[in-house]
């Protein structure tokens, strides 16, 4: 019995060494933004990980320039102004943040083969407006790591991940939140909203609104719709809402001038008194376009 179990014990001590587990960061691939003209502009990037099957590993994005995780932020020293915010995200969501931290990182099991993750990246809309010309570009660069506990070994551990936007001179730039009136009772129902433009410091601005998307409405006549059921209602530029809100240049824009940040635009929502809809939820997409 004696030389049985001294020779079970051998062969585990074997099978441990046999099993030895491993991690290698095989690549990344650079996330490159193209141009940026002040939308909501998104991208992807890439990293490669090969690790011993059933491994747990998890894969750190270092913080860049900004030193922050959360707030990252690339660099153009020729550039005004100076750095442009950026996200990356470990979802195509675009939701969970990617940063460097056990709570941040993205943890991944591994299959004994190359895994491939995507990075994605965005650049919120209205981040900045540059006062300089085009041609100047920003970046970042950053550390991508493989964190293994139970690894033997890691090879390629630290690689770099190059974040890159090559800067357009931008004019103008707009964003948009919803209007919801809530429930209409039959009395004037007012709601208000806001849209944020950006545009480059000294640019002159129009902003219109257009008819939106009900049968027959037009931006003097505007519905909201559920199903052939319309409600109607109108949009104004002021606050005492007698001025309408259309898309004519120069008859019923709103007008401005750009101060390189992003600026606010209030819309002023109504529905007047004594409509009889149908019961039911109403809805009505209205385009919001800068001129400049």
């Known amino acids: 019995m004696k030389r049985l179990m001294i020779f079970l014990v051998f062969l585990l001590l074997c099978g441990a060494r046999l099993g030895a587990q491993s991690c290698q960061l095989s ?18 990037g890439g990293v490669s990980v090969n690790c011993t099957s059933g491994v747990a590993y998890n894969i750190e994005l270092s913080a860049g320039y900004s030193g922050s995780a959360t707030n990252r932020e690339m660099d153009c020293s020729s550039c005004t102004p100076q750095t442009l915010g950026y996200q990356l995200f470990s979802n195509a969501s675009y939701t969970t943040n990617w940063g460097n931290t056990p709570s941040t990182d993205l943890s991944a099991t591994g299959t004994g083969s190359n895994q491939n993750f995507t990075i994605y990246a965005q650049i919120p809309a209205l981040e900045a407006f540059y006062a300089s010309g085009s041609g100047s570009n920003y970046t970042d660069n950053l550390i991508v790591t493989i964190v293994c506990n139970s690894c033997t070994s890691i090879s390629g551990n630290n690689q770099g991940l190059n974040v890159h936007l090559q800067q357009t001179a931008v004019g103008c730039g707009i964003s948009a939140s919803n209007l919801n009136f809530g429930n209409y009772t039959g009395t004037v129902l007012n709601a208000t909203t806001t849209l944020q433009v950006g545009c480059t410091s000294g640019t002159a601005y129009n902003v219109g609104l257009n008819a939106g998307t009900a049968t027959g409405a037009t931006v003097t006549t505007r519905a909201m719709q559920n199903g052939t059921a319309l409600l109607n209602y109108a949009l104004y530029s002021n606050s005492g809402r007698t001025t309408n809100w259309g898309n004519t240049v120069g008859t019923d824009t709103v007008a401005g001038t750009g101060t390189g940040v992003a600026q606010p635009l209030t819309v002023y929502g109504q529905i007047a008194a004594g409509l009889h809809p149908t019961p039911g939820t109403y809805t009505d997409t209205i385009t919001a376009a800068v001129t400049y």
Request: a neutral charge; hydrophobic letters at 20%.
């Open 27 to 44: 690549g990344t691939t650079q996330v490159s933004f193209g141009t940026y003209s002040g939308a909501t502009l998104q991208t992807t």
